[in-house]
């Protein structure tokens, strides 16, 4: 896969990842929908796995890919999946969404997916 490299001053990087918070993007995930706006249709994002939530019941145990179709996992990019996984597994850390209480972590599986656990409706 080709690679491009970008070099900024920390003020730039500092504005570009506030930038990428707000959406719940990294950083090259924020640059490449900024250019390409159908680009976050092909990737799987933080808001995307927040919008699922709700179809798991209290005490659910799940991981991200849980959540989603076989079609819309296979739809989105695999890079998507890591970035995502690390991006609301940071949310869940910093209670960011309220999320510490509505789920829990649980641990990883054999294929080291976060297990998450629902533990209300809301």
């Known amino acids: 896969m080709p690679q491009i490299t970008l070099r900024v001053s920390d003020g730039t990087l500092k504005k570009l990842q506030e930038f990428a918070d707000a959406k719940n993007l990294t950083v090259t995930d924020y640059l490449i929908s900024q250019s390409l706006p159908s680009y976050i249709d092909e990737i799987l994002t933080v808001g995307k796995v927040l919008d699922k939530l709700p179809s798991k019941k209290t005490d659910d145990v799940f991981s991200i890919k849980d959540l989603f ?34 789920i829990r972590f649980v641990g990883k599986n054999s294929a080291n997916l976060a297990i998450y656990k629902k533990l209300t409706d809301n």
């Open 69 to 102: 179709s076989p079609s819309d996992w296979k739809n989105s990019t695999p890079g998507s999946h890591i970035s995502t996984g690390r991006l609301f597994f940071q949310a869940y850390e910093k209670n960011q969404f309220n999320l510490q209480s509505r």
